[in-house]
């Protein structure tokens, strides 16, 4: 019999906080791309007529000793139901016994490692003096994107749009409250012309933006597309940036940002500069000038979920957070 903890998404915002994430997230982009993690390819099912899209992401940690799996729904109906769009489990294991350790809500762990990453990526790729965000999107985690890039720059000012009027309006008063930052709506999408950084966190299937928006020395964190058919970039802006990508492999596949410029003949894969784990492990450099626009796209990593998850056990067994139950 072994002692499963439960452990809620209140439970996952006390045992770890967005500076420890991000930490978190730069051992997992190393073990990316050092191979040093297992990953295999996730797989996806498609539920056509409830519109939705089931995710299953296994990974395997040799340096944490732990393996995960994280199941996800992505639910296009929910929206007028008034649920989320995410809704998952992630249930983590030991890997030495194969003994059960935890099953946690992956709808924050997934907002959380997302948010994170690009606060890594922000930290690598912004200009230091970037000051001023922009953000599309106001759902969970369009948040933690936020919450993210306000940990590793100090922002002055942060636009937010998004076509749901009291959405932006309740994520604008919630997140100065939080972050003590000044948070308002944006008039149009073109206030990111003022952005230094830029992160786009909708289900759009259509650039949010105009790339002649756009300005020099931009960086741009791209996480909300994550089929091939999907996009938020602009292909002139993906052409004309250092484009650095979570996995090259999965970027080519299932990123609609590089997928839809590949196939239009815009780019090809060698436009692709790094994986973000060798920016990390120095094997490739990040940015080289005051002008040059960088992109991160990011589709998500199964190491991510269980860099997060693996942090979370450790801290809630010390600490007693969550609940037991024997299986």
Do not use: W
């Amino acid at each position: 019999m072994a002692r499963l903890r439960i452990l809620s998404s209140n439970d996952l915002r006390l045992a770890v906080k967005m500076p420890k994430a991000i930490d978190l997230m730069r051992s997992a982009f190393a073990e990316i791309s050092s191979g040093a993690a297992t990953v295999p390819q996730r797989i996806v099912m498609e539920m056509l007529p409830e519109k939705s899209r089931a995710i299953i992401m296994p990974a395997y940690s040799p340096n944490r000793r732990r393996y995960s799996t994280k199941i996800v729904t992505l639910s296009g109906n929910n929206l007028a139901k008034r649920l989320p769009f995410i809704h998952g489990l992630l249930l983590l294991f030991d890997s030495d016994s194969g003994v059960p350790l935890a099953l946690m809500d992956a709808e924050y762990v997934t907002a959380l490692r997302t948010g994170a990453a690009s606060g890594l990526a922000t930290d690598l790729l912004a200009r230091e003096d970037a000051h001023v965000a922009m953000i599309f999107g106001a759902g969970a985690q369009a948040r933690t994107q936020l919450e993210g890039i306000a940990v590793v720059r100090k922002l002055d000012r942060v636009f937010v749009f998004s076509p749901a009027k009291s959405d932006t309006d309740q994520f604008c008063k919630e997140m100065s409250s939080t972050l003590g930052l000044q948070v308002v709506p944006a008039d149009s999408p073109r206030k990111v012309s003022e952005a230094d950084i830029v992160c786009t966190a909708t289900r759009s299937e259509v650039p949010v933006f105009d790339h002649a928006d756009v300005k020099f020395g931009v960086h741009i964190n791209g996480i909300g597309s994550y089929k091939a058919t999907m996009r938020e970039l602009p292909s002139e802006t993906i052409r004309h940036a250092k484009v650095v990508v979570d996995s090259r492999s999965t970027a080519l596949m299932e990123a609609g940002d590089i997928v839809i410029p590949f196939n239009e003949g815009i780019i090809t894969s060698s436009h692709i500069h790094a994986e973000l784990g060798e920016i990390v492990l120095g094997t490739k450099p990040a940015r080289t000038s005051h002008d040059e626009i960088t992109v991160f796209k990011s589709v998500g990593n199964a190491v991510q979920d269980l860099a997060i998850a693996a942090y979370v056990h450790e801290v809630a067994e010390k600490n007693g957070i969550g609940s037991i139950v024997d299986v």
